[in-house]
């Protein structure tokens, strides 16, 4: 049996007192009416946004942040350390249905979730599905010997609210203890406010009132309370009832309120799941994999300068009344840019890749060189997002030769102007670069890795 299962360590004294209930077994009618209303409209439309033929029947299979929504409870649930997780499934899952596609993708991904959860077939009703669950932790009570003292209480949770946050869970449970530890027969839910106004309808659907919206909450789960009283209570009931708090409320019981959460929104519709989607994208909660990564490095150079008439900044020729001393055309900006680069690719420095004792780099154009560290950035999987370059020198002038140089960066590395930047700087006569001994640049390069670049960042 799970519980007596010997290679399940044991949960932590915190929420050793509670187990869990996931309900499951909702038919989830108006999802599928919107994913049928979603298929047949993208197909009349021709286009394969969601992809028609691969919408789930069942809500709690349905793609969020790359996993099936059941699978974020359960794995929130699997972590915070419940006595025991019952998940009660949808009416007639069983073995003879598991032949059902849907019924299958839900049995493997709970076998594989939760491999220790006590799995319950549920009832027509919310509250038949939750007495079945109390029903068997009973029963496993009894077969073992044990009292539902050892964790009297338990935490329901509606498995359509896929998201909620392990606070959340802990924030319910915090109250719970408080109130097992004193023995009270109690129930504890969180609740959200309401923000938009709230009015009263006819049958026909015209609005009769406004309803003051300061004194209403909207109910969420996980909802806590001690299992013999809901065992009890659903024992007695002949009413239909929503959640536990109803039906602890009309048995006179004390009902105690923590704060809910927006990430806990129960998907109704397909358009719950877009909502939860942009909740997950919002809190970065996307799967690592769907997460580009941005890294940045610098690089630096100088060069002496030399006599001569001209040199070469950022792959762009200058006139002036000196040149600068190289093995290659001594371009500082491109040199300084290539470090950059190589350090982004994990490819040692410029020195490492185009040594100046290799006669082949002799007056070679350093364009060459950062076209071969973005190449090695590429096979590095990282994409260049942008360069920027500061020069040190006190003359000549640049005024409109940067323009000029950014236009080449961007012709060098595909880069949107935009996304290239060159300054320069004198150095107030301060230092060899101050005294017109040398020309140096610092550079800056950003890159993006495990992630497609948006063609419009792009020319
Ligand atoms: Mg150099």
Same mark, same amino acid.
């Given at each position: 049996m799970p519980y007596n299962n010997p290679s399940r360590t044991e949960p #932590? #004294?915190?929420?050793?007192f509670c187990n869990a209930v996931l309900l499951c077994a909702g038919e989830g009618s108006r999802y599928l009416h919107s994913a049928r209303h979603a298929t047949e409209t993208a197909t009349a439309q021709k286009t394969d946004t969601p992809p028609p033929n691969k919408l789930p029947p069942n809500k709690l299979l349905a793609p969020l942040g790359g996993k099936p929504a059941l699978q974020h409870l359960c794995e929130s649930v699997q972590n915070a350390g419940f006595a025991r997780i019952l998940l009660v499934l949808p009416q007639h899952f069983n073995e003879e249905r598991r032949e059902h596609r849907e019924h299958n993708a839900l049995g493997t991904l709970v076998s594989t979730s939760l491999p220790d959860a006590i799995l319950v077939e549920g009832g027509a009703r919310r509250q038949d599905s939750l007495l079945k669950a109390l029903e068997a932790l009973e029963a496993q009570d009894k077969k073992n010997d044990l009292t539902q003292d050892h964790n009297p209480w338990v935490m329901v949770f509606d $498995? $359509?609210? #896929?998201?909620?946050s392990s606070e959340m869970i802990a924030r319910v449970a915090q109250r719970a203890k408080t109130l097992c530890e004193r023995s009270l027969e109690a129930c504890v839910v969180p609740l959200v406010s309401v923000v938009d106004s709230v009015k009263r309808v006819s049958k026909q659907g015209r609005v009769c009132a406004s309803v003051a919206r300061e004194d209403l909450r909207l109910a969420q789960t996980p909802q806590a309370a001690p299992r013999a009283l809901l065992l009890r209570l659903l024992r007695d009931t002949s009413a239909t009832v929503s959640d536990e708090t109803q039906l602890c409320l009309a048995a006179g019981c004390l009902v105690e309120a923590v704060e809910g959460e927006a990430a806990a929104h129960k998907i109704t519709t397909l358009a719950d799941v877009a909502l939860l989607e942009g909740l997950l994208e919002g809190s970065s909660g996307r799967p690592a994999s769907a997460m580009p990564e941005y890294r940045s490095a610098t690089g630096f150079d100088l060069h002496k300068i030399a006599e001569g008439a001209s040199l070469r900044l950022c792959g762009v020729d200058v006139a002036a009344p000196f040149s600068l001393q190289g093995h290659s055309d001594a371009d500082v900006g491109l040199h300084a840019l290539t470090d950059a680069l190589l350090s982004l690719a994990g490819a040692g420095d410029i020195g490492d890749l185009f040594p100046p004792t290799d006669e082949q780099w002799r007056d070679a154009d350093s364009a060459l060189f950062l076209s071969r560290a973005t190449e090695l950035l590429a096979e590095a999987g990282g994409q260049v997002v942008s360069l920027d370059v500061t020069l040190l020198l006190e003359t000549p002038h640049l005024g409109q030769a940067k323009l000029a140089m950014r236009t080449r960066l961007a012709e060098l590395t595909g880069l949107t102007m935009e996304r290239v930047g060159v300054k320069a700087t004198t150095l107030e006569g301060v230092g060899a670069l101050g005294r017109k001994e040398g020309v140096g640049a610092f550079a800056t390069a950003s890159a993006r890795f495990g992630a497609s670049m948006p063609l419009n960042n792009f020319r």
């Open positions: #932590p #004294p915190f929420l050793s $498995a $359509a609210r #896929p998201l909620v």
